[in-house]
């Protein structure tokens, strides 16, 4: 009940395309879930996160969709660029006391071709 | 303002030793939180600790890891009698107090264990 599963493992666009992530969850403690970047040999850095009680949320290129009724959230990524190209994770906060802890996805690795 | 610091970033053991990683958050965050990423893993979390207390350590395995955060100085992740299975990317993160909700990752700490 604890999992976050993410889909697809890996992913390859061309510039300009819009990749899609999706991630499912059980817990429905869970009450922040944000989206994490990572480059080769570098630590997670925070790219955008949602509340359950908004629906989508848009920073710059970065919108994240939230179902919650489906348990389901998802990152899309507008115009993509090759800098883009690196490992995204989407996690879950837990509430309760899971509070402060966050529970990642598998990862996705994406490709974004010049 | 710097970011959370964590060192050292590469570190080398061989079997039965003890692996010592330290974590030092973003200045004015007295919240730490350590997670553990395997090869091509998600991040899975281990333990996460205020000033002088241990929150949530439900992700610590049972023997061998304990980790402390002093009143002064960073927080420590401690490993002893090391063995292969613990060769990973150790990440550090940091969040200012209760109910805030961002959580600030350092770069990791690579473990090798020979």
């Known amino acids: 009940q604890q999992q976050v599963k993410q889909s697809p493992q890996s992913l390859i666009v061309q510039k300009g395309g819009i990749p899609i992530i999706n991630c499912a969850y059980e817990?429905?403690?869970?009450?922040?879930f944000p989206w994490y970047q990572q480059f080769p040999g570098k630590g997670p850095a925070l790219l955008i996160a949602?509340?359950?009680?908004?629906s989508e949320k848009k920073e710059g290129r970065f919108t994240i969709s939230f179902n919650k009724s489906a348990k389901q959230f998802s990152l899309h990524i507008m115009d993509s660029q090759p800098g883009d190209s690196a490992t995204y994770f989407c996690?879950?906060?837990?509430?309760?006391?899971?509070?402060?802890?966050?529970?990642f996805g598998q990862g996705t690795i994406l490709t974004v071709h010049p | 303002n710097a970011g959370v610091m964590q060192n050292p970033r590469h570190l080398v053991r061989r079997r039965g030793q003890e692996a010592r990683l330290r974590c030092s958050p973003m200045?004015?965050?007295?919240?730490v939180y350590w997670y553990r990423q395997l090869p091509e893993e998600g991040l899975k979390f281990m333990v996460y600790?205020?000033?002088?207390?241990?929150?949530?350590e439900s992700g610590m395995p049972k023997e061998r890891f304990s980790a402390e955060f002093p009143k002064e100085g960073p927080s420590i992740l401690r490993i002893q009698q090391v063995v292969r299975g613990d060769s990973a990317a150790y990440f550090c993160?940091?969040?200012?107090?209760?109910?805030?909700?961002?959580?600030?990752f350092g770069p990791g700490t690579r473990l090798t264990v020979l």
């Open positions: 949602i509340r359950p009680d908004v």
């Open positions: 200045k004015g965050h007295s919240h």
């Open positions: 817990n429905t403690a869970f009450d922040y």
């Open positions: 996690a879950a906060r837990g509430g309760g006391t899971s509070y402060g802890k966050l529970t």
């Open positions: 600790l205020q000033k002088e207390n241990i929150i949530d």
């Open positions: 993160a940091s969040s200012p107090r209760t109910g805030e909700y961002e959580q600030f």
